[in-house]
């Protein structure tokens, strides 16, 4: 009996959701201050920049990923997925990413040490 409710219950937490899930994903993500753009230092031009997902590219300011994504799984509390991400232009790195969204939070893990999050939604500008 409890083999079988075990199984049941993992099966509902990664059972991979649909394609179009991915959806969710994607969007305009960041900081506080990110969503401000906000200058990284006082006066300074550079501004701080949030992270624009769609279905095959991920920019933050002048970085630009192509994006593989893998299946979306549910989780206890929202999303996760995985993409491989191909960044630069002339000398091509490359990441495997990442991708969860937890209560409406999303973060990104770079090859697994790295971590930029968690990210909330950015307002849609006026």
């Known amino acids: 009996m409890r083999t079988a409710l075990l199984i049941a219950l993992l099966t509902v937490l990664v059972l991979p959701a649909g394609a179009g899930e991915h959806g969710s994903f994607f969007g305009t993500w960041g900081t ?33 990923c192509m994006l593989s994504w893998g299946p979306v799984e549910r989780r206890e509390n929202g999303l996760f997925s995985a993409a491989h991400a191909r960044c630069g232009e002339d000398s091509v790195r490359q990441y495997f990413l990442g991708v969860k969204l937890d209560k409406g939070e999303l973060t990104l893990r770079w090859d697994f040490p790295v971590k930029n999050g968690p990210l909330n939604r950015c307002p849609a500008p006026n």
């Open 32 to 64: 506080a201050k990110q969503c401000a753009r906000v200058p990284l230092k006082p006066g300074g031009t550079v501004l701080s920049e949030p992270f624009e997902i769609g279905p095959e590219w991920l920019r933050q300011g002048q970085l630009w």
